[in-house]
């Protein structure tokens, strides 16, 4: 099965990096062929041109709900997946509508698709690294797709 | 009306928020919008070498890094005091034109077309890109992906990456264009100037032939007479990559030219304590609070400042659609009556996607693209620069300060959204006290007809992230005189 891990976020924006530094923690660590890792700081139909062509597709990215404590890490599919993300642009559409625009055009849209979030709680400051409980939430959410991953193969 | 003190948005909320207030009879006294800011830049650029910034400034923003990357280069370029060959000039400017066509196609089709093919208030549930391809057909819908999928292949070859762009840096480019991917491209580009011209044809049967749109078009409630602001190259045509910021009044007359390098002279920051957002205005103006007329420094960088601002478009179907916009819409083709309604926004952006279009084949189409002299080495001592392109929703400026190695150490952003902050509030208001009547009830639609005032400026507010959610969730309270919520809408 042909597989994407996608880690999304910012890299510069401190916490929401955290979907990005999950992936490269997978890197490191992931030898499998069917398996690739990519990390991106876009949005909806841009998500769609990484994650086309895969069967499945794992997202990783930051999660702002200010329910939970930041590193909480919170598994979800595509229907649970509400606007509770946090905040980008209005220029684009949803990652929802986007999957149903590609599959409607006929495109190869992966069957299984998991996403991972992880709450953080700033990221909106210019600054590299994730504060010190989103990066436990890294390791948690690494550790679980690690098994994941395990179970699958 | 009692003075009502609005809490800056929390951090946690993360989102816009609209707040209507309404006077006792249920008309509308004012309206406000808050969005989040992105902090620290300046210090996060302080002590990085200058030639870093152009890869990392494309992670500002999620929808347009291709601006960010080519207007930090621009800075990095002027920093070193260096003259880029012309190949490199035309390499950057052939990138930015594909990212051009392909980014105002997502807006019209993605963001605006659902409002006008579907309706202004219709159910949200159709109100969308998938409405709008039940409507006009599955084959709009191919050719909006395919032209994407052709615009990307582009840019990662000429940008080095299909996202994050790496290829411009202070003296040039680094990657040259091969000739026989040239010969190949030139076919996807006569594609792109026909993908503009069927956006245009789509823009006049749904919503210039519709007397209702073209009505709520002209309407007060979407107009302001303001300043315009956009680059022009030497003939005053509109120039996305390159040539002098042109100003023109409310009457259209020139009201300041100038180079990059003098923006400070020309604009000033004016801060609300409720808002993290600046709003820039016209220094020699003078801010005179969120009005506009003569008097008010306010101005607007959008695609229809462009066109307002320039004499015309320097490709010959832009400009023939130049002339039908302004003749429709003022009665002067020459462009020289400024158009003041918002919602017209929308067609300046197309006739602006058939420009970057047609200008892209213009310049796949000489074969000197391919010459391999892309870059001059930097040889001058670093000191400071500024650099600016149009990005998709209006004038970008990166300024940076650097000691003479080229360490950065003072950086200064003004965003294409910026620049509208005091117009897209002032539209909001207006749009709001046009369309919220006392005794009528304010349902979804209405206030969709006020999220349009927002939506023409196509707002990018974060100017940072992603997010899978995708849209930017929207809030808009209704508040009575005493500011208590009586009514939510959440949009996500």
């Known amino acids: 099965m042909k597989t994407v891990i996608l880690g999304l976020g910012n890299p510069i924006l401190y916490d929401d990096g955290a979907g990005c530094e999950a992936a490269e923690q997978l890197r490191r660590w992931v030898v499998a062929p069917e398996v690739e890792i990519r990390t991106a700081s876009v949005g909806g139909l841009r998500i769609l041109d990484e994650i086309t062509g895969f069967d499945k597709a794992i997202i990783i990215d930051a999660l702002m709900t200010g329910r939970t404590e930041p590193g909480t890490v919170t598994k979800m599919s595509v229907e649970e997946l509400s606007g509770d993300l946090h905040a980008s642009c209005l220029h684009d559409l949803s990652f929802s509508e986007a999957l149903k625009l590609g599959k409607m055009m006929g495109m190869m849209i992966p069957e299984q698709i998991t996403i991972y979030g992880i709450e953080v709680a700033d990221p909106y400051t210019l600054q590299e690294g994730c504060s010190s409980a989103v990066l436990d939430g890294v390791g948690e959410a690494v550790k679980r797709i690690k098994e994941d991953l395990v179970e699958e193969h | ?492």
């Not at chain 2, 990085?48 to 152009?54: G, K, Q, S």
């Not at chain 2, 264009?177 to 006569?190: H, S």
Request: charged fraction near 25%.
């Open chain 2, 1 to 492: 009306m009692k003075q009502i003190k609005i809490d800056p948005i929390t951090r946690l909320e993360g989102h816009g928020k609209i707040d209507i207030f309404l006077n006792d009879d249920g008309s509308v006294a004012n309206a406000y919008f808050q969005v989040p800011e992105l902090r620290g830049f300046e210090k996060f650029c302080q002590g990085r070498p200058v030639e870093e910034l152009p890869r990392i400034t494309t992670r500002l923003c999620g929808v347009c890094p291709e601006a960010h990357h080519l207007a930090s280069a621009k800075a990095c370029d002027a920093v070193y005091g260096v003259d880029i060959p012309p190949t490199a000039k035309k390499l950057r400017e052939l990138l930015y034109s594909v990212f051009f066509a392909a980014d105002h196609a997502v807006h019209f089709y993605i963001l605006a077309g659902p409002d006008f093919v579907c309706g202004p208030s219709a159910p949200v549930a159709e109100r969308n890109i998938l409405g709008l391809i039940a409507k006009v057909g599955i084959d709009a819908g191919k050719r909006v992906i395919k032209h994407r999928a052709q615009a990307q292949e582009i840019i990662q070859a000429l940008g080095g990456k299909k996202i994050h762009q790496v290829s411009s840096i202070p003296g040039g480019v680094t990657i040259g264009l091969k000739d026989e991917d040239r010969q190949k491209w030139i076919g996807y580009c006569k594609d792109f100037v026909e993908f503009g011209q069927f956006t245009i044809k789509v823009l006049h049967d749904i919503v210039i032939a519709n007397k209702g749109y073209v009505d709520l078009i002209l309407s007060d409630a979407y107009t302001h007479k303001t300043y315009y602001m956009g680059m022009v190259d030497q003939n005053n045509k509109v120039n996305f990559y390159d040539g002098m910021i042109r100003v023109v009044g409310p009457d259209g007359k020139e009201f300041a030219k100038f180079e990059a390098k003098d923006y400070l002279q020309h604009i000033a920051e004016h801060v609300e304590s409720y808002s993290y957002l600046k709003y820039p205005y016209l220094k020699q103006v003078g801010w005179k609070g969120l009005v506009d007329g003569p008097q008010s420094g306010v101005y607007r960088a959008t695609p229809l400042s462009r066109l307002n601002a320039s004499e015309g478009m320097a490709t010959p179907l832009a400009q023939a659609e130049y002339e039908k916009f302004y003749e429709t819409l003022t009665g002067d083709k020459t462009g020289r009556t400024p158009v003041h309604q918002t919602l017209a926004t929308h067609w300046a952006r197309v006739i602006e996607l058939l420009y970057a279009a047609e200008h892209a084949l213009e310049l796949m189409s000489d074969p000197s693209v391919c010459d391999t002299d892309i870059r001059t080495i930097p040889k001058n001592i670093p000191h400071e620069g500024v650099g600016v392109v149009e990005a998709p929703r209006g004038t970008l400026y990166h300024h940076y300060v650097t000691d003479n190695k080229g360490i950065v150490t003072d950086a200064n952003l003004i965003v294409g959204t910026t620049n509208n902050n005091a117009a897209i509030s002032m539209s909001i208001k207006k749009a709001a006290q046009g369309v919220i009547k006392p005794g009528v009830e304010v349902t979804e639609g209405i206030l969709n007809m006020v999220e349009m005032a927002f939506r023409a400026y196509d707002p990018c507010f974060g100017c940072a992230t992603h997010t899978l959610a995708g849209q930017m969730p929207l809030e808009i309270n209704l508040r009575n005189p005493r500011g208590e919520i009586v009514k939510v809408f959440r949009r996500s």
